[in-house]
């Protein structure tokens, strides 16, 4: 069964260092989603891309994210300096018609 | 006003029991919606789309009420392997929204 799959499954990192978190959508999907998740907090939105372009952010998706589809396989979430309060879950998901997919998810800390 | 609303429980129940979930959402422009399960530091997983015509997956029903604009949960003989958190999901214009939750536990 085809899945969403995520790299590094847990990163750590110093404040205001930049990280990466990969992603891999299933193939045939053409809509890709990042999320976070505080712990003990609820799955956030943070943006929706579609045919190589962002089509929505929530206002958590200020000017230190980025997202970007290098290749025609990863999707990518760069946060470009980190804050302690950016230590969570990341999902990515993608979807083919409705019904999405989540990966197993990146935890990010922040130190 | 939040756009998807539960009520986060926790919700004890035994083994075999019958337990309903309800969700209500704020947005009557919502196109679809779901149920997904998330175990504690996982991934949510989809558990079943729920439609207007109210659906069914084995022991798990799904119903919509679009005048309402709530929709439901309900695990028949519950098993200890359905002690997860329950998530509300709606869809509209290609942005998911996330209900805070609904814990169960199943209680042998």
């Known amino acids: 069964e085809p899945e969403v799959t995520q790299t590094p499954s847990h990163q750590v990192t110093q404040m205001g260092q930049e990280v990466i978190l990969r992603c891999v959508p299933i193939?045939?999907?053409?809509?890709f989603y990042w999320y976070r998740q505080i712990l003990g907090q609820k799955v956030e939105f943070l943006v929706s891309?579609?045919?190589?372009?962002?089509?929505?952010k929530s206002e958590i998706f200020d000017d230190q994210f980025s997202v970007e589809r290098p290749d025609g396989s990863n999707f990518t979430l760069k946060i470009r300096s980190t804050k302690l309060e950016d230590s969570a879950m990341y999902f990515c998901?993608?979807?083919?018609?409705?019904?999405?997919?989540f990966g197993p998810g990146t935890r990010l800390t922040v130190t | 006003r939040k756009e998807v609303e539960q009520d986060p429980g926790p919700f004890n129940v035994p083994e075999g029991a019958t337990v309903a979930f309800n969700c209500t959402y704020s947005n009557s422009a919502s196109q679809s919606f779901f149920w997904y399960r998330q175990d504690c530091r996982k991934e949510p997983k989809l558990l079943m789309s729920v439609y207007s015509s109210g659906n069914e997956d084995g022991r798990f029903t799904a119903q919509l009420n679009r005048a309402s604009q709530y929709i439901s949960l309900l695990i028949r003989d519950s098993k200890l392997s359905d002690s997860a958190t329950y998530l509300c999901v709606v869809l509209r214009r290609n942005q998911f929204y996330f209900g805070t939750g609904t814990s169960l536990t199943v209680i042998p």
């Open positions: 891309f579609y045919n190589n372009e962002i089509s929505e």
């Open positions: 998901a993608s979807s083919g018609a409705y019904e999405q997919y």
């Open positions: 193939s045939n999907h053409l809509y």
